[in-house]
Structure formats: C-alpha cells, structure tokens
C-alpha cells in the first residue's frame, strides 16, 4: 500500500529529475542595470578585462564608502575573529569588497569549465565511478555557483539544494539573476530542488547513486567549533550521509586572476567514522581550513538568509528570526499547557477535588 509520504515523495523525485524550466529575464528599472545583466551584452566583453574592471570599482568602493567598509570590517571580524588571522581584519576587509565585486560580475559573464588540478580531478573522478551517492559540500567562497560546472564536463547531473533559483522572477535585478541562475542550470543540466524541507528528497536521490551538492555553512541547531568559535550549524550534510552511505565530497571554488578553480578534498566515508557526529567535525575541519586560507572571498555571513546580523567575532548565533519563531512556539505551547491546566481545575472543583497549586508540577 502506498502511504500519502510515498506518494507525495514519487512525485517530488519526478519533478527533481525534470530539467529546470527556463524564464525570460524581467524588465529591469534602469538602463544601466539591463546592460549589466544582459548575457547578450556579457559576452561580448573579455571576461579578463570585467574581472580587471570589478576590481577597480572593489577598491574605489572601499576608498569612498563608509557604510561599505564597515559592512566589510563586520563580516571579517565575524570569520576570522578568534583564529590565527585576526589581526588581518582591515585588509581582509578590503579584500573582501573587491572579492564580492569579481564574484558578481563572474556571475553575469560566460559560464566556462572550471579548472582542476590533477589530484583534484582524480579525487572527484574516483568518487563518481564509486557507485555510491556523492553529496558535494561546498562553502559560500569565491564564485561558487560553478563549482557544479566540474561534475557537469565529467558527464554527471548535480541535484543542487537552492532557497531562492526556483522562487517568482520578479522584476528588478534579483529577478533577472534567477533567470540567469535557471538558464545556466539547465545548460550544465544540473537540477534544483528547494532546500527547505528537501532532507526525504535527497535522501531517496543519494540512495539511488546520485549527486547531490550542498552548502556547509549554513544556520542549524548543532553548535560547532568552527572558525575559533561556537557556531550554530546545520547539520543535514552529515545526517545525509550518514543515513545513506554516500561519499562526501568537500568542494572549494577559488579565483586565480579571472580563470575559476575547484579544489576537491578527500572523499569523507561515514562507513569509516564513528557516527554523524564525528563525520560533521571532520567535514568541518576541511571547510575551516579552505576558508581561512582565502578568508576575503566568503560572502558576509550576515547576510539575509544566513546569520542575518548574528553573526560576531564571538560566535554566530542561530537568527533571530528563528529565535523569534522558537520564543513564539514556546509561548503557544505555554498556552496550551496553562490552558489545559484550567480545564483540569475547573473540572476538578466542580467534582469537589482542590485544584492544582500553579507552582506544582502536575501539567
């Protein structure tokens, strides 16, 4: 018998395999920002001399924008804060709005192959032909959108974990950027599936042999000793592979001038660690060390959808949107409780029993 889980979950694995439905690119309100994000127009222009380009405005930012480097400082403290690059902070800071100037304009250029090294490529290479599931892990560092682009010219499909590729292309610059996200997925035939509530989905796609790429850095509720300090996160990729046996494979996507590079790490096998969790420590360990070798080219942790501003040199707390979500489902829960509590009394004074003191523990 089918159960409403199987059926809603055969359903779900049948859109995940259909190619990614392409849009149109919506209106934009300026001239300016339609020139920007026309791949017409992009491909047109060296990508050498836009990267050379976005460099140049980086520094010119930095230079003239007070807000910007503040912006910038904050997002550094919060990744190197208690780690051995501390003191780096104002340069990184620079850096790092040059480094998020390449990264957009790398976006809107020609998609090409990224560039792998020979223990890279074998690495990659022999987690493919494993005839396991491969969950690739990745960080949000350098243009990372590619990284995929590797699997794709070994001949493998990527079933990528997104909250925002599939959402309304509204008009506007966003809009035009999932565009452009859906039409690069579907010429590198990569999948999206929504990330929220997706854990059943991929799952059952690791099972069947796979690829399936993920983002590490991201909130949850595992705290983590991560970058000098205690960092809330999510820990979906080692539950993943451990419920399913699959190889994890740490992805990094780097920058050498305006060529695009992927660095794949050892393969991590849950079948040779002890448990989820010491799977989830190693997988850390990997994504530390990437991360603070180029620290400039993580996007801001703060940002909306990651830590939203929770983010410190301290520790990255969970949002506090989702603490506001927790608080709120406390209280209800609360209320519900308090409420059957006063249902109870009512009932036992009614029946001539004393009601429950509101300082004891019945309830």
Known sequence: MVTST???LTVALRQARSPVEPCRAPPAAGLRTRMATSTRVRRLLPTGLMVRRAE??????????AEERDRARRAMEAIV???ERAHEVESLACQHVVETKVRKALFWQPWTSPSLEEAASERLRGALHSGRGVLLSA???GPYLLGVSAVAALG??????????LLPPMPGYWGRRIARRRQEARAR??????SAGSFALLKALLEEGQVVGVYFAMPGSRETHFLGKTVMLASGSARLAAATDALVVPIRTRRVAHRVWVDVGEPLDARELDGEEELHEALAAVHERWIL???????DPNREGAWQQSATAEAWLRPEREHAAARAGLRRGLIRRQAGTSRRSSTSTSAGSSAPSPNSSAG
């Open 6 to 8: 199987d059926a809603e």
């Open 293 to 299: 070798e180029l620290p400039a080219s993580m996007e």
């Open 189 to 194: 035939d990569e999948r999206i599936v929504h």
């Open 156 to 165: 493998r499909t990527t079933y990528s974990a997104s909250s925002w590729a």
């Open 56 to 65: 140049r405005q980086g520094r010119a930012v930095w230079a003239r924008d």
């Open 139 to 141: 960080c949000h560092c």
């Open 81 to 83: 804060g208690g780690t």
